[in-house]
T-cell receptor, first 114, second 113 residues
Framework: DTGVSQNPRHKITKRGQNVTFRCDPI?????LYWYRQTLGQGPEFLTY????????KSRLLSDRFSAERPKGSFSTLEIQRTEQGDSAMYLC????????????FGSGTQLSVL | GESVGLHLPTLSVQEGDNSIINCAYS??????FIWYKQESGKGPQFIID?????DKRQGQRVTVLLNKTVKHLSLQIAATQPGDSAVYFC????????????FGSGTRLQVQP
C-alpha cells in the first residue's frame, strides 16, 4: 500500500496519560499535515511540515501537543496529559510540491480519552 | 450509542439521479478549492479540485462549479450510485502563502437504491 499510513488505528487512554501517534506519508511527499476531526465536523488543521521544518501551527495546537518530523519522512504527534476533549480522529495528510495543493489523507487514528 | 453526523445536512437522492452539493465560503483571498468524500471510518478521499482562475472543471461523473462573485462552490455528481453515499466536504486554501486547507462542515449524501 503506497498511501498515507497511520498507526495505531484506535487508541483508548485514561485522562492524564500521554499518547503518541505515527504517520508515514506517501513516499517522496515533502509536505505533511496533521488535522483533527470530531464527529459531524470537517477536519481542523493542526500543523504542517515541509520536509523536517514545522512551518505552520494552528492555535488549536496547545502546549500539550507536539509534533515532529525529524528526518523529513515519518511524523509523530504526541499529546501530553490527555483530556476528554482531546477525543477525536487525528488525520495525517501529505502532498508533493509539484502536484500542487491536493492533500492525500490517511485513515486516521481514533483517540478515545476516558 | 453515538449519533453519527448529528449536525450534518443530508441530501437524499435516488440511484441514477444527479446530485448537487453546495458549499459557501467566506474568504475572498482563497485561490484553491477542493472536494473530498469521506466514508465512515476512513480518511477524506480526493474527488476534484479547481483554482480560482477557473469557474468550472469536469472529472469522471463529477463537475465542480465556482462562483467567486457570491463565494459559492458546488459539486455535481452525475448518475449517482449507491457507492457515492458518504459525507462530502469542500475545502479552500488562502492564496497568501499558507499551505493548509480549511474545511467546511460537510454534507451527507444518501443514495436510495
Amino acid at each position: 500500500d503506497t498511501g498515507v499510513s497511520q498507526n495505531p488505528r484506535h487508541k483508548i487512554t485514561k485522562r492524564g496519560q500521554n499518547v503518541t501517534f505515527r504517520c508515514d506519508p506517501i513516499s517522496e511527499h515533502n509536505r505533511l499535515y496533521w488535522y483533527r476531526q470530531t464527529l459531524g465536523q470537517g477536519p481542523e488543521f493542526l500543523t504542517y511540515f515541509q520536509n523536517e521544518a514545522q512551518l505552520e501551527k494552528s492555535r488549536l495546537l496547545s502546549d500539550r501537543f507536539s509534533a515532529e518530523r525529524p528526518k523529513g519522512s515519518f511524523s509523530t504527534l504526541e499529546i501530553q496529559r490527555t483530556e476528554q476533549g482531546d477525543s477525536a480522529m487525528y488525520l495525517c495528510a501529505s502532498s508533493l510540491d509539484r502536484q500542487g495543493d491536493r492533500l492525500f489523507f490517511g485513515s486516521g487514528t481514533q483517540l478515545s480519552v476516558l | 450509542g453515538e449519533s453519527v453526523g448529528l449536525h450534518l445536512p443530508t441530501l437524499s437522492v435516488q440511484e441514477g439521479d444527479n446530485s448537487i452539493i453546495n458549499c459557501a465560503y467566506s474568504n475572498s483571498a482563497s485561490d484553491y478549492f477542493i472536494w473530498y468524500k469521506q466514508e465512515s471510518g476512513k480518511g477524506p478521499q480526493f474527488i476534484i479540485d479547481i483554482r480560482s482562475n477557473m469557474d468550472k472543471r469536469q472529472g469522471q461523473r463529477v463537475t465542480v462549479l465556482l462562483n467567486k462573485t457570491v463565494k459559492h462552490l458546488s459539486l455535481q455528481i452525475a448518475a449517482t450510485q449507491p457507492g457515492d453515499s458518504a459525507v462530502y466536504f469542500c475545502a479552500e486554501k488562502e492564496g497568501t502563502g499558507r499551505r493548509a486547507l480549511t474545511f467546511g462542515s460537510g454534507t451527507r449524501l444518501q443514495v436510495q437504491p
